[in-house]
C-alpha cells in the first residue's frame, strides 16, 4: 500500500446526510427505487471504517452477484491505496485495525456461517430481500468485537424498497412501527428518500424517473412514491400457525397416503401426506435437501419411508417426464430405478393450483380447515408464510428467493391430485412399468389422479 494520502471527497444529499448522521440502534434508508441507498451504504461503512479504529462491520446483499456489482466493485476503486483486501475473506483491511467485510445469504441459512462472529455494525443492503429469521439471527453477531479502545454502541443499517420477502417485517418495524416484546421504538428510525431526493441522477438520468412512470399500478406506487401498501403482503395470508400445525399423532392404517415431489438440484422438497377419514389433508413427513442428483434424492425419498409404510402414489413435477439428451432417460425413469414407484404427474397449472391449496387453508363448516401440517416438518411451515405474489400476475405467487418455494410447490401439486371431480371419469395412468386404472370413490375423490 502506497505512503501516498488519498483524499475521498462526497457529496451526499440531505437525505444521505440524514442517513450518515444517524446513531440509533437500527436505521433504515430509502423506500424507492433512485434513492442513492447503495452509495449511501457503501459510504457509511467507508466513513465508519476510517474513523473509527479497530471497528468490525459486516456488509451483505442477498446474493454474491449483487454483492459484487453494488459493493466489491465500486469498494476496489475507490478504497485503492487506502485499504487492503483480501479475497479470500472478502474483506477490506485498514491500518488502523478497522474490518468490513463482504457477505451474502443467497439460501435461509447461509446466515448461520455468521453465528459466534462479533460485527459493531452490520450493513443489510436490500434488506425486504432477506427473511425474519435471517434478520434475528443476524442481531445475535451485532455486539462488541473486542478490538476498539473507544467505546461503540454497536448498530445495524438497512437499505430497502417495498415488496420482497422480508417486505413485513420492514414495514412493522420501520413504516408502521408495530413492536413486540422488548423492542424499543426508540431503537428504530427510518429515513425515507425517493428518486427526486437524487439530485445527482435528477440531473444526470432524468428519463429514469419516466422508466419508474411506466410501471404497473402497484410496482409504479411502490418504487417512484414508495408506498409500503401498494404490494400485497403474504401469499397466503389465510395460513396461522395455530389452526394449520399440529403435533405428530400416529396415523391409523386406513386413511390413504401419498407423496408430493418438487425436484431441483439446488434443492429436494418431498412431502408425505394422509387423508383423514374427514377428508382433512395431514402432512405428516418432509424431505429438504440441498445438493441430491436425482437417483439420490429417490434413494433419501425411499430411506425416509417406513417399509410397510402403504404408499399409494408420488405426485412430482411434469418435467421430470422428459428425456435427458446425455442418457436419453427421464427423470421418472431414474426415480423409478431408485426405488421410487407409482409415480404420478403433477398437474402444473400455477393459478389453479394456488386457489386450490387456498381453499384448503380456509376453514371448513366446522370452522376447521382442510389442511393440517406436523410441527416437524419445519421447512414448509417456515415456507409457506414466507411466499408473496408475483408483481406482475397478480394471482400467482412470486418465485424468488428460490429457496422458499420448493416446499410450497411440493404441496400444490399434492392438494391438485386430491381434486374431486364428479363429472369426469377416472382417469387412466399407465407407464412401462405399472397399469392401472384411478378407481372413482362415492365421495368423488379418486385413490390418486393423473394428468
Known sequence: MSDTVKEIVITPNDKQKQFFESRTRYTAYGGARGGGKSWAMRMKMVMLALGCDGIQILLLRRTLGELRENHLFPLLSLLEGVAKYASTEKEFRFPNGSRIRLGYCDSENDVLQFQGQAYEVIGMEEATHFTERQFFALTESNRYSGQMKEPFRPRMYFTCNPGGVGHDWV???FVDRIYRGAENPDDYTMIRSLVFDNKFLMEHNP?????????????????????WNAFEGAFFPEFDYDKHTCDAFDIPKEWIRFRALDYGLDMTACLWLAVGSDKTLYVYRELYEPDLILSDAGKRIVQNTAERENIRYTVASPDLWNRRQDSGKSGFDILSASGVKRLVKANNARIPGWRVLREYLCTGENGMPRLVIFRNCKNLIRTLPLLRFDTDVTEDAADTPHEITHAPEALRYAVMSRVPDRHKQAIPFRSSLYTFDTPKREDGYGDFIAY
Request: proline share 4%; glycine share 4%.
Open 207 to 227: 428519463e429514469y424517473v419516466q422508466t419508474l412512470q411506466a410501471l404497473p399500478e402497484a410496482r409504479r406506487r411502490a418504487m417512484l412514491y414508495g408506498d
Open 171 to 173: 414495514k412493522r418495524l
